[in-house]
C-alpha cells in the first residue's frame, strides 16, 4: 500500500496531466461531433430575434449573481482581522472570482491571486490555515443544490438522460456532510458560525448561477419547465468543475447540449442559450474583473514610473473616445443622406456600427452633426462637453432601441457612453476656446458632409435623371424618393447649425482670458523692475495694448511679469519674462497651467534661447523667428578708415547746424507737440502698429528719456525712444522717426550720437532690436516650419521694410543673437504666424477697441 501512495505521490503531476489531456481530448471530439450538426445561420437567427431589454436584462442579472462572491473575501479578510477598504475589497473580490470562474483549475487561481491582493500583511501560515478552511466550505451551495437534483431524479421528475449520471449528483450531495464531519473532528476547530456563514454565501452564489441560466433562456422564449432542466444543470455544472478545465468549457456545454437535446431543445436555440448564460455570468464580468486588475496591479505600475505611463494610457483612451465619436457623428450623417450605399458597398456596411434602420432623416442628422459638435468639446477637454455628451448618446440609444437596432449597436452605444464617463478625468478646461486649428478640422468634416447632401440634391433632380451618360444604376444608392425629402433634409441642417452653435456657446461658457489689464497693475510691474531689473522689451508692457500675467512666489510676492496678447486661443507673450530670473521656470509652468485650464495655448513671440529651451521642456516647438543686434559699447569707436563715412557724416550735419541732446522726463505739452509732428510727418497718414513696437502714446512717452537732433533754427526732425533695462548693463531704442526736413544720414547721426553718450554712461550693450527672419527659412535644408514662417511673414507684411532694417542695423552689430518664437505642438504653424501677425500688424486703435472690448466682456 505504501508502495502505491509513493507511487501515486511520485508522479502525481504527470497523471493530473493525462486526466485533464483525455477529458480535453474527450471533449473536444464530441464537441467536433455537435458542431457538425448545428447550422450558423440558425444560431445567428436565434440571437438576432432576442429583444435588447432582455439581453440587457440578462447581463444585470448576470452581475448581480456574481455579486455575492464578493462575500467570501469580505468574511476571510474579518477573520483575519484585514482592515480594507469596501472600495477596494469589492474591487480585488470581483477580480479573483470572475477570474476564477473562467480559468477554473479547481480554484488554484483564486489562491494565488487571494494571496497578492490580501496576505502580504499577514502570517503565512495564518493565512494559508483560513483560506483552506473557507475553500472547504465553498462548495456547499452546489451540494445543496444536488441534493434538490438527486431527490428530483429519485422522484422521477428529472429526464432519463440526467439520471445516468446520479452518481455524481450522490458525490455532490455528500460534500456537505463530508466537509463538516471532517472539519470537526479537525484539531483546528471551524467554528459553527464560520461553517454557517460561508455555506449561506455558497447557496447565495449558486442561486445566482441558476438565475442567470433561466433568465437567460426566459430571454430566448425557452419553454422548458425547471424541474427539468435544474438536474441536468447541477450535474453539468459538478462533472465541469470535476474536469478542471479552464471554466468547464466544453465539458459542461457538451452534457447540456445533449441533454437539452433529449428535452427537444433544438442544438441551435441549446447552444444560444448556453453562449447568453456565459455571457452574462461569465465574459462580461470577467471582463470588468480584467479592467479592475488592470487597474489596480496598474495604479502601483503608475506610481513606481512617476504616473507616465498612466499618463500615456489615458492621452491614447481619450484620442479613441474623441475619434470615436467623430466617427458616431459621420456615419449617423452619411446614413441620413446615402442610406443605400451602406448596401451597395460592403465595406462601408462594416464600417456601420448602427444597423441598417436605424438612421431617418432629421433625428439621424440631428443626432449625428450633435455628436460632431460634442466629439469637438471632448476633444478639447472642455469640462462643460461632459454631460451634454452622455445625453445625446442617450437620446442616441434611445433612438436605437426604438427603431430595434441590433444589439451590437446598443452595445457600441452603451461601450461609447461608459468610455466618454471613464474619460471625464481628462476633462478640465474650464471653458471652450473654439482656435482656427479646430475649425478648420471641423469645417473641412462638415464641409464634406454638406458637399455630399448638397450633390445629392442636384443628382436628385428630375431633369438630370434623362441625362443619358448618367445610368440610373450608378445613382440609386444616392436618390432621395423626392426632392421634397432633399428639401427638408436642407431644412434640417439649417436647425441642426442653429443648435450647434448654441451647443458651442454653452461650452464656450463666459469667456475668461488669464491675467490681467495692465492698466491699473503700474505699480506692480515697476516694483519687479525696480528689483529684479528689466529687459529690451519690458517698456512695452506699459503701451497698455497688452495683458499682464503676474507670478507670485510661495510668499506671495510679485516676481515675474509676462506680457501677452489674446488672438484666437493664442496667448502672444511678447519677449522674455520680466523679474527673478530663478522663478522663470515655474513662471512658465504656472502660466502654461493656467492658459490650458482656459482652453488658451501660448505663444513665446520673439524670445531668448534661454526661455525658448524652458518652454521646450513643457513640450513646446520653437523656430527661429529672427536675429537681435547688438553692439559692444566699451569697443566702440569713430576712429580709424573702418568708421570714415560715419565720421565724415556727422561732422558735415554739425557743420550745417544739426545737434544731438537727450532730454529727460517729464516733457512739456510743447515738446510733446512738436515730437508729434515728427511722428505724423514719418507715419504719412499710414495707421501705427503696437505690439511688439512702441507708438506715439504720451503717458508711454513720458516713462523714459528721449534722444532728438534739431536743425539749425532748434526745430527737431528727428527723435528715437530709449528703453532702459534698468540693469545699467544694456541699452535699448523703441520708436525712432524723423520728417521729410531731416537731412539724409539723420538716423545714422542719431545712432552714432547715440552709441558715444551710451558709452560715457557706463553701459556695456546697445540693443538695436530685432531683424525679423534674418537668415531664417532661406537654406534649403532650413526646417519646413521655418520656411513657412518666413514665406507667411514676408506676405503679411507690408508696413515695416524689414530687409532694410537688416542692413541698417548691419552696419553696426557686433554681434547678431537669435530670437525664437516657442509654440504649443498642437498648434499649426500657418495659424500660429497668422496670430502673431494679427497681433503684430493690428493698428493701435483696433488694438484699443479689442481692449475696452474685453474690459467690458469681463466686467459682466
Not at 495 to 519: A, D, K, L, N, S
Request: aromatic letters at 14%.
Amino acid at each position: 500500500m505504501r508502495k502505491i501512495k509513493a507511487l501515486f505521490h511520485k508522479y502525481s503531476k504527470w497523471l493530473e496531466i493525462i486526466f485533464l489531456a483525455t477529458v480535453t481530448l474527450a471533449v473536444f471530439v464530441e464537441i467536433i461531433s455537435i458542431s457538425k450538426s448545428i447550422s450558423p445561420g440558425e444560431l445567428a437567427r436565434q440571437f438576432g430575434g432576442i429583444a435588447i431589454w432582455k439581453i440587457i436584462l440578462v447581463i444585470v442579472v448576470g452581475l448581480i449573481g456574481v455579486s455575492p462572491m464578493v462575500a467570501y473575501d469580505h468574511l476571510l479578510n474579518k477573520t483575519l482581522h484585514n482592515k480594507l477598504k469596501f472600495s477596494y475589497l469589492f474591487e480585488s473580490s470581483w477580480v479573483i472570482n470572475t477570474i476564477n470562474n473562467l480559468a477554473g483549475f479547481g480554484g488554484f487561481v483564486s489562491v494565488g491571486l487571494r494571496t497578492e491582493f490580501y496576505g502580504k500583511k499577514i502570517e503565512n501560515k495564518q493565512f494559508g490555515a483560513t483560506l483552506t478552511r473557507l475553500f472547504m466550505f465553498i462548495m456547499s451551495g452546489l451540494s445543496f443544490y444536488s441534493l434538490i437534483a438527486l431527490i428530483m431524479v429519485f422522484t422521477g421528475v428529472a429526464t432519463d438522460y440526467v439520471g445516468n449520471f446520479w452518481i455524481w449528483l450522490v458525490g455532490g450531495t455528500l460534500y456537505i456532510p463530508f466537509v463538516w464531519i471532517t472539519s470537526t473532528l479537525n484539531k483546528n476547530v471551524i467554528t459553527t458560525k464560520f461553517k454557517l456563514q460561508v455555506t449561506g454565501i455558497s447557496i447565495l452564489e449558486w442561486t445566482g448561477v441558476v438565475v442567470t441560466f433561466f433568465v437567460a433562456g426566459w430571454a430566448l422564449g425557452m419553454p422548458v419547465p425547471f424541474h427539468q432542466v435544474l438536474p441536468l444543470l447541477i450535474a453539468a455544472t459538478i462533472i465541469g468543475i470535476c474536469s478542471l478545465i479552464p471554466g468547464s468549457i466544453g465539458s459542461f456545454d457538451v452534457i447540456m447540449i445533449l441533454g437539452l437535446s433529449e428535452l427537444g431543445v433544438n442544438r441551435e436555440l441549446a447552444l444560444a442559450w448556453l453562449l447568453l448564460y456565459r455571457i452574462a455570468y461569465y465574459f462580461i464580468p470577467f471582463a470588468i474583473g480584467l479592467i479592475l486588475l488592470v487597474h489596480s496591479f496598474g495604479s502601483t505600475f503608475n506610481e513606481r514610473y512617476n504616473n507616465v505611463p498612466g499618463e500615456i494610457l489615458m492621452s491614447i483612451g481619450h484620442r479613441i473616445v474623441s475619434g470615436l465619436l467623430y466617427f458616431s457623428g459621420v456615419i449617423m450623417i452619411l446614413y441620413a443622406t446615402v442610406p443605400d450605399a451602406f448596401t451597395y458597398w460592403k465595406w462601408l456596411r462594416r464600417l456601420n456600427p448602427w444597423s441598417a434602420n436605424i438612421i431617418s432623416e432629421f433625428p439621424s442628422i440631428l443626432l449625428g452633426f450633435m455628436l460632431l459638435m460634442v466629439a469637438r468639446g471632448i476633444t478639447s477637454k472642455v469640462k462643460r462637453a461632459l454631460y451634454p455628451t452622455l445625453i445625446i448618446l442617450l437620446f442616441t440609444l434611445i433612438y436605437m432601441i426604438y427603431h430595434e437596432v441590433s444589439y451590437l449597436s446598443v452595445a457600441f452605444a452603451i461601450i461609447l457612453m461608459l468610455l466618454v464617463w471613464l474619460s471625464r478625468k481628462r476633462l478640465f478646461r474650464k471653458q471652450f476656446v473654439y482656435s482656427w486649428e479646430a475649425r478648420t478640422i471641423d469645417g473641412f468634416i462638415w464641409a464634406i458632409l454638406v458637399i455630399i447632401y448638397v450633390v445629392i440634391g442636384v443628382y436628385s433632380l428630375p431633369a438630370l435623371k434623362n441625362i443619358r451618360f448618367i445610368r440610373p444604376q450608378h445613382l440609386d444608392f444616392i436618390l432621395f424618393p423626392s426632392m421634397s425629402v432633399w428639401v427638408s433634409g436642407a431644412i434640417a441642417i439649417v436647425m441642426v447649425t442653429i443648435i450647434t452653435f448654441i451647443i458651442e456657446r454653452f461650452f464656450e461658457g463666459h469667456r475668461i482670458v488669464p491675467g490681467e489689464q495692465m492698466q491699473g497693475n503700474e505699480q506692480r510691474l515697476d516694483n519687479i523692475i525696480a528689483t529684479f531689473n528689466g529687459n529690451s522689451t519690458s517698456q512695452l508692457a506699459y503701451l497698455n495694448d497688452k495683458r499682464i500675467y503676474f507670478y507670485q512666489n510661495a510668499n506671495q510676492e510679485d516676481t515675474v511679469a509676462i506680457q501677452f496678447r489674446a488672438v484666437n486661443n493664442k496667448l502672444i507673450v511678447m519677449g522674455d519674462l520680466i523679474g527673478n530670473s530663478v522663478d522663470f521656470p515655474l513662471a512658465i509652468e504656472q502660466f502654461i497651467h493656467d492658459s490650458d485650464d482656459l482652453g488658451y495655448d501660448p505663444v513665446f513671440y520673439e524670445v531668448s534661447q534661454e526661455i525658448a529651451m524652458l518652454a521646450h521642456e513643457f513640450g513646446f516647438n520653437f523656430i527661429k523667428m529672427g536675429e537681435e543686434a547688438h553692439i559692444e559699447l566699451p569697443e566702440f569707436t569713430l576712429a580709424g578708415k573702418k568708421r570714415k563715412a560715419e565720421r565724415t557724416m556727422c561732422n558735415k550735419l554739425e557743420r550745417e547746424g544739426f545737434k544731438f541732446s537727450i532730454i529727460q522726463p517729464p516733457f512739456d505739452t510743447e515738446f510733446i507737440q512738436d515730437i508729434r509732428k515728427v511722428s505724423d510727418d514719418w507715419l504719412h497718414g499710414r495707421k501705427e502698429k503696437g505690439f511688439s513696437l512702441g507708438f506715439f502714446n504720451e503717458s508711454y512717452l513720458q516713462r523714459q528719456p528721449i534722444a532728438i537732433v534739431q536743425d539749425v533754427d532748434d526745430k527737431i526732425v528727428a527723435f528715437t525712444t530709449i528703453m532702459d533695462s534698468n540693469n545699467n548693463i544694456e541699452i535699448s531704442i523703441d520708436l525712432m522717426r524723423f520728417n521729410d526736413a531731416a537731412p539724409s544720414g539723420v538716423m545714422d547721426y542719431m545712432f552714432i550720437k547715440l552709441f558715444t553718450y551710451m558709452q560715457e554712461q557706463g553701459y556695456i550693450d546697445f540693443n538695436l532690436g530685432m531683424a525679423p527672419l534674418a537668415n531664417v527659412g532661406t537654406y534649403y535644408r532650413s526646417f519646413t516650419e521655418e520656411r513657412i514662417a518666413n514665406l507667411v511673414y514676408q506676405f503679411g507684411t507690408n508696413f515695416y521694410s524689414f530687409q532694410g532694417l537688416r542692413r541698417f542695423k548691419g552696419k553696426y552689430a557686433d554681434e547678431w543673437r537669435a530670437r525664437y518664437t516657442s509654440y504649443s505642438k498642437t498648434s499649426f504653424i500657418l495659424y500660429v504666424m497668422i496670430a502673431l501677425l494679427v497681433a503684430d500688424n493690428s493698428s493701435v486703435e483696433s488694438q484699443n477697441n479689442h481692449r475696452l472690448s474685453v474690459l467690458k466682456y469681463n466686467a459682466k
